[in-house]
């Protein structure tokens, strides 16, 4: 069985996303991100879940920029990253919940802690407008298939 191109770009996201999760779940990245070092509080079960979520949430914004800078392959990294990053965020606050945070969901919101302080939930968003993307690239592809060709490269807006 051989791969087409957008196969292998599938494949090759996939690889990557799930190796840098897995190097991000092992290594304990919030002692280098953190004013505190956290690894030795063995209570905080989130931690691990959150350094996966966080790893993916760096490599989406990486791969989104680079989208839209003209890498169009890099929409299959941009996805993959997106559903990794969905279900380590909704694991890591699955621990919290579990360790008595209470955690209450509204579109694009999610409330914490006893005083619910609001934050923007990227569970909600990242996944969303990874799913614009892909449709507006596939809506894209279809209007350009339906043109006529006039011999002009097709103008897009990054192009100089």
Known sequence: ????????????????????????????????????????????????????????????????????????????????????FTAFH??????VVRYGVKVSFMPFLLLEGPHLDVHLDLGQLIPVLTLITIVLRLRRGRTRAEEPTSGRTPHTPLST
């Open 90 to 95: 909704y694991l890591s606050l699955y621990q």
């Open 1 to 84: 069985m051989r791969l087409s191109g957008s196969g292998l770009r599938l494949l090759m996201a996939l690889v990557s996303t799930a190796a840098l999760s897995l190097a991000s779940y092992l290594v304990p990245l919030e002692d280098y991100v953190a004013l505190i070092p956290v690894s030795a509080w063995k209570g905080f079960s989130w931690y691990p879940y959150w350094r996966v979520a966080f790893v993916n949430s760096l490599l989406w914004i990486f791969s989104a920029l680079g989208y839209v800078a003209g890498l169009e392959s890099l929409i299959y990294l941009m996805s993959t990253t997106s559903v990794a």
